[in-house]
């Protein structure tokens, strides 16, 4: 289990009588997987011995789907003592599960699958866990050597699947391979340990073939261990980097790879004065409502930001751990400061990547260890900038125009009720979710905001929700669009393990980011749905669930949800035809235009009024306001 605190009681241990009923494989499994802290015994299996690896390399969770190909692989992580086993409906799910679970932790946290459609399954939430930088574990069965290209069931070989990135270590898994035979363990075990042990993300992938599964171990393993290094700059950079901080004023930029150094972020930031801005992803890591947080960049981000930049015309940008990417930055030139950046990040192929034209200094180190490095040389006589800045702009909220709900108000909603009056992670969705909410929503606190921006997966947030509720213990809160609840959730997985995950649905019957994006680019496709009720859908799969009418049932609705020991499912009729908060993308686009088309007259069915659909679409082919 996680020694993390927790508030509900373990919500797995269900599950537990069905390891005891079974004694047998209990004493097996107690026996391989917990020898005196010493080797994997002889007379293991490969699958034991991958088991007790992921043990040592500190595994407490598994999300998966089971099948043929993997049963006993199966079989022994779900006897495994440390291992918790979740089994969902979807791989993907499962796997945006298991990325949510290492984000929240720190920890690695395995996804399993069988062979074939299991693995293709799992490829959406792997994409996402090494761009967000998980620390993800793929384990999958194949096809046994002497079974492939003869037509056997869900055959994964040559034959059906492509092998480059899938099996071998590539843009998808920082490192991947095949068992083929039980004495390749050893440099597999090394090469986990290496990965986890570099500062940031970590993904891969170990088939087993279900021939190898049961083979006996020759050799015993080492006990694994993982001692997390850190990578320093050297103190000539140090020093160069205090002396052009001290030419005069600067921003600091805090993305998503320095969410583990948020106090000395602080620190820095009260000793100089400078003004903070946060990329989407690393909302809160900087409190939103400090007098120096100028705002969050980028889409569904604050023009204070770039009020900020008009004002005070800061020399140079410390850029902490973002890639400062289209999501991020849209690009703008406005962003880049006079001398330009000091970029700080643990990867030094994203440096200098987005502003590929603007002077940086790179400066490859994670951002803890920089700023431990950086701060006791700022402490005395910083000569700290003293400028008002602006914060983040309060607009006043239109009159409604229906009785529906309109999205800001339930924004308000869920400020005061989750935001301020608990202390659950919040995910949201890539649609019209991720704007408002970026926009609208204040964090006080780190690490309780997550979205994806450069994946920016539907069905990433609908299902992710249940890693920080399973592995901390705690409610969870994903705010979701309709369309992504219909195309993926695990409503049915927390119903099993009660775990306490609440979605909110912003029930528009639309895809709803398509339709108004479609709308300001001046072009036109269906982007509507039946209406769906989630209540009857959640309340199917065995879910509490409320349907939210009028703006008055709100506040009600979300209190007896965070209330609930169990996951809940609140149904919000959303007002559609307010504007998500998406200017700044729209603007992005605009700029990109290489010509732009001439004024088209507002479209049949579409309600919007933005000025960019009139003279801002493009010829050029273009993503919806997104991510
Ligand atoms: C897997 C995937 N497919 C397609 C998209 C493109 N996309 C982004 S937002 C969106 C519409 C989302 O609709 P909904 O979930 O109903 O949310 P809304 O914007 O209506 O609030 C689509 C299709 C995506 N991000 N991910």
Redesign the pocket.
């Given at each position: 289990m996680s020694n993390q605190s927790t508030k509900y009681s373990p919500v797995i241990t269900q599950e537990k009588p069905i390891k005891i009923a079974n004694k047998q494989l209990v004493e097996e499994s107690v026996e391989s997987s917990h020898q005196s802290q010493s080797a994997v015994k002889k007379e293991t299996s490969v699958c034991q011995a991958l088991v007790k690896l992921l043990e040592d390399l500190g595994v407490e969770w598994a999300f998966g789907v089971s099948g043929g190909a993997m049963a006993t692989l199966w079989h022994t992580l779900s006897n495994s003592r440390q291992i918790q086993v979740v089994h969902c409906r979807h791989e993907s799910g499962a796997a945006f599960a298991a990325l949510e679970a290492s984000l929240a932790t720190n920890s690695p946290v395995v996804v399993f699958s069988t062979a074939g459609p299991g693995i293709t399954n799992t490829l959406?939430g792997l994409f996402a866990a090494r761009g967000e930088g998980g620390k993800v574990i793929h384990l999958s069965a194949c096809t046994s050597p002497s079974q492939r290209g003869r037509w056997s069931i869900q055959e994964t070989s040559a034959r059906t699947l492509p092998q480059d990135g899938l099996f071998n270590s590539g843009a998808l898994y920082n490192y991947a391979t095949v068992i083929d035979c039980p004495e390749q363990l050893p440099q597999i075990g090394r090469r986990l340990i290496q990965g986890l042990s570099q500062p940031g993300g970590f993904t891969a992938h170990i088939s087993t073939p279900t021939g190898v599964q049961t083979l006996p171990m020759p050799m015993s393993l080492p006990k694994a261990t993982v001692v997390e290094s850190a990578i320093a700059a050297t103190d000539s950079l140090i020093s160069h980097c205090v002396e052009l901080l001290s030419e005069g004023p600067f921003a600091i930029w805090v993305g998503y790879g320095a969410r583990l150094a948020t106090k000395e972020i602080m620190q820095l930031a009260e000793i100089t004065g400078a003004a903070v801005m946060c990329s989407p992803r690393a909302k809160g890591l900087f409190p939103e409502d400090h007098p120096q947080f100028v705002g969050i960049t980028g889409l569904g981000g604050h023009g204070s930001v770039l009020n900020y930049f008009k004002a005070v015309k800061p020399l140079r940008t410390l850029v902490l751990g973002t890639r400062m990417g289209e999501p991020t930055s849209f690009w703008s030139p406005d962003l880049i400061p006079s001398q330009g950046f000091i970029q700080v990040d643990i990867d030094p192929s994203v440096i200098g990547a987005s502003y590929p034209t603007a002077p940086t200094i790179p400066v490859q180190a994670d951002i803890g260890t920089f700023l431990r490095q950086l701060l006791p040389h700022l402490s005395n006589n910083y000569p700290k900038q003293t400028a008002n800045l602006p914060n983040p702009e309060r607009e006043p909220i239109a009159e409604a125009t229906s009785t529906l709900v309109r999205p800001e108000i339930l924004m308000e909603a869920i400020q005061k009720i989750i935001v301020e009056g608990s202390d659950a992670v919040v995910l949201a969705?890539?649609?019209?979710?991720f704007t408002w909410s970026t926009h609208l929503l204040r964090f006080s606190q780190p690490n309780r905001y997550r979205v994806s921006t450069g994946v920016?997966?539907?069905?990433h947030a609908t299902t992710g929700v249940l890693g920080p509720a399973v592995a901390k213990g705690n409610k969870a809160v994903a705010i979701?669009?309709?369309?992504?609840?219909l195309?993926n959730s695990e409503v049915s997985t927390a119903v099993k393990y009660q775990i306490p995950a609440v979605w909110i649905v912003?029930n528009?019957a639309?895809?709803?980011?398509?339709?108004q994006g479609m709308a300001m680019l001046g072009l036109q496709a269906d982007a509507l749905?039946p209406q769906t009720d989630f209540t009857m859908i959640a309340q199917g799969m065995g879910a509490e669930s409320i349907q939210v009418d009028c703006e008055s049932q709100l506040e009600d609705a979300l209190t007896k949800a965070m209330a609930a020991p169990g996951p809940f499912v609140i149904d919000v009729k959303i007002d559609a035809n307010r504007h998500?908060p998406s200017k700044g993308r729209t603007k992005s686009l605009a700029n990109r235009s290489a010509v732009k088309i001439e004024e088209k007259p507002e479209l049949k069915d579409y309600s919007l009024d933005d000025h960019s659909s009139k003279n801002g679409s493009s010829k050029e082919q273009v993503s919806?306001p997104?991510?």
């Open positions: 959406t969705e890539s649609g019209n979710s920016g997966s539907m069905g979701v669009g309709d369309g992504s609840m195309m912003l528009d639309r895809y709803n980011m398509c339709y749905m998500a919806f997104m991510v």
